[in-house]
C-alpha cells in the first residue's frame, strides 16, 4: 500500500470513529437483529404474527424443503418485509450428530463442490418460492468448515463471495461495526432463555456501537431450541424503548448501514 493510499484510509477510519457515538438510526447506540433459524412451522404460526404486531422485521434462514408446507406464508413474509435468508437445502453439520452422519450429511464427508451445489440450489429454490432472491446466509450450526484433519477447508470464501454476509451461530460476542467480518457475524443464542436472562446478556454484550444478532429455532413455550413467545415480546418491548438505545432491524439492513457508513 502506497504512502497516500494509507493515510487515506487512515483518515477515514478516523473520521468514522470520531462519529461513531450513536452513529446508528434515531440516534441509538447500539444495533440489534432478531433472526431464526430452519423456516420452523412455530416460526409462521406464532413468531410472525408477534413480529408483525410491533411492526418488528425479523431477519429468517430457510431451506426451501422445510417451506413447502407453509409456502405462501413465507412468500407473504418476504413482501411484507421480513428478510428470507439462505440456510442451506440439506443443512449439513458435523458428523458427530450421528442421524446426520447415517444420512451422509456429515460436514467431514463432504467437499466444497458438494457444499456449494448445496447452497446454489438452495437459493434457487428459495427465490423460486418467494419471488425474493436471499442477500444472507446462516451457517449450519455456525460451522463453516469441510472435510476433516489435513484436508479441512473453509467455505466462508465462497459465502464471501455469493452473499452480501454470512452469520455464525452461538458465539460469545456482539459485532464491532469498525472491525467485524460481513461474512462472518457473530451471533447468540436466544434459545431456552427468559427475558431476564436475555437481558443480562444484551448488558454482558454491550460495547460502544455493537451490533447484536440474536438467532433462535422455534417459537413458543421454552425450551432448549426454542425462543419463549413470552420473553421474545418482552424483549421485544425492551428494544423499542427509546432511552434503552437500541436499533432494531434485519441483519440484512444493518450490515448494509455500517458498510454504506465505513464507506
Not at 469498525?178 to 436472562?197: E, H, S, V
Request: proline content about 3%.
Amino acid at each position: 500500500m502506497s504512502k497516500t493510499s494509507l493515510l487515506l484510509s487512515l483518515l477515514c477510519f478516523s473520521t468514522f470513529a470520531a462519529t461513531a457515538n450513536n452513529f446508528y438510526p434515531d440516534n441509538a447506540r447500539y444495533a440489534i437483529s432478531l433472526s431464526f433459524d430452519d423456516a420452523r412451522k412455530s416460526q409462521v404460526d406464532i413468531g410472525l404474527p408477534l413480529l408483525d404486531r410491533y411492526k418488528v422485521k425479523g431477519t429468517f434462514y430457510v431451506m426451501p424443503d422445510q417451506m413447502q408446507e407453509k409456502a405462501l406464508q413465507w412468500k407473504a413474509a418476504a413482501i411484507n418485509g421480513h428478510e428470507i435468508a439462505n440456510h442451506t437445502k440439506n443443512h449439513l453439520c458435523t458428523g458427530n450428530f450421528r442421524w446426520l452422519r447415517e444420512k451422509g450429511k456429515g460436514l467431514e464427508q463432504v467437499n466444497l463442490d458438494f457444499i456449494e451445489k448445496d447452497i446454489q440450489l438452495s437459493q434457487q429454490e428459495i427465490s423460486a418460492l418467494t419471488g425474493k432472491t436471499p442477500e444472507g446466509f446462516a451457517y449450519p450450526c455456525g460451522q463453516t468448515f469441510v472435510g476433516r484433519g489435513e484436508a479441512v477447508q473453509s467455505y466462508v470464501p465462497f459465502i464471501a463471495k455469493s452473499f452480501n454476509y454470512g452469520r455464525t451461530w452461538n458465539d460469545e460476542t456482539a459485532n464491532d461495526p469498525l472491525y467485524y467480518d460481513p461474512a462472518q457475524i457473530r451471533a447468540f443464542n436466544m434459545d431456552g432463555k427468559t427475558f431476564d436472562q436475555l437481558k443480562a446478556l444484551l448488558e454482558r454484550a454491550k460495547f460502544e456501537n455493537a451490533w447484536i444478532v440474536f438467532a433462535g429455532h422455534e417459537v413458543g413455550q421454552k425450551a432448549l431450541y426454542t425462543i419463549d413467545e413470552k420473553a421474545l415480546e418482552q424483549l421485544i418491548v425492551y428494544l423499542q424503548e427509546p432511552k434503552n438505545g437500541y436499533w432494531l432491524a434485519t441483519v440484512a439492513e444493518v450490515n448494509t448501514f455500517i458498510q454504506k457508513t465505513k464507506r
